[in-house]
T-cell receptor
Framework: EAQVTQNPRYLITVTGKKLTVTCSQN?????MSWYRQDPGLGLRQIYY???????DKGDVPEGYKVSRKEKRNFPLILESPSPNQTSLYFC?????????FGPGTRLTVL | GQQLNQSPQSMFIQEGEDVSMNCTSS?????WLWYKQDPGEGPVLLIA?????ELTSNGRLTAQFGITRKDSFLNISASIPSDVGIYFC???????????FGKGTKLTVNP
């Protein structure tokens, strides 16, 4: 089944404790991206990757890092999480116009 | 970053009613997309529009790509309880795969 998977689905952590949210897709898509969703703000792009070893900032990249060492995986790294990064995060992969979204990761930073 | 102006922000309707929502932008887009997000899940593509003036249907859903290429609307006819969710418009410019999203329309359908 074609899908985008994210782990973990839920995470509660404390300020400053490094964390990684994994994202994997099995559709051989070149383009992948991370979004955060906040009430009243919709979906905002954090980072995107057009292919292996090619990443670039989206609209709200501050406080985040990504890597793309292989085509299927695109982890999101928070080196020192802060409470304002409490949000719902979505990974997506696409070819052409259709982006396929993962199920989301709800992160709470205390 | 750029965002699309989506309205209304929320709608409360009775089952069986028709629904209309729209998205506008100050910029031209080459592609307009409409997504639906069910509670606890990621957005899923409903309709994609590729040409100015295009009108496309998907079951009870109909969407149009505005002729100015700066707007789009989505209609849902004869709403049912499972239409509940958040609807997002999204646009693409030029040859980029980047999507710009609206802030969403939260739909509640009362049985």
């Amino acid at each position: 089944e074609a899908q985008v998977t994210q782990n973990p689905r839920y995470l509660i952590t404390v300020t400053g404790k490094k964390l990684t949210v994994t994202c994997s897709q099995n559709m051989n898509h070149e383009y992948m991206s991370w979004y955060r969703q906040d009430p009243g703000l919709g979906l905002r792009q954090i980072y995107y990757s057009m292919n292996v070893e090619v990443t670039d900032k989206g609209d709200v990249p501050e406080g985040y890092k990504v890597s793309r060492k292989e085509k299927r995986n695109f982890p999101l790294i928070l080196e020192s999480p802060s409470p304002n990064q409490t949000s719902l995060y979505f990974c997506a992969s696409s070819v052409g116009n259709e982006q396929f979204f993962g199920p989301g990761t709800r992160l709470t930073v205390l | 970053g750029q965002q699309l102006n989506q309205s209304p922000q929320s709608m409360f309707i009775q089952e069986g009613e028709d629904v209309s929502m729209n998205c506008t932008s100050s910029s031209i887009f080459n592609t307009w997309l409409w997504y639906k997000q069910d509670p606890g899940e990621g957005p899923v593509l409903l309709i994609a529009l590729y040409k100015a003036g295009e009108l496309t249907s998907n079951g009870r859903l109909t969407a149009q790509f505005g002729i100015t290429r700066k707007d789009s609307f989505l209609n849902i006819s004869a709403s049912i309880p499972s239409d509940v969710g958040i609807y997002f418009c999204a646009g693409q410019q030029g040859g980029s795969e980047k999507l710009v999203f609206g802030k969403g329309t939260k739909l509640t359908v009362n049985p």
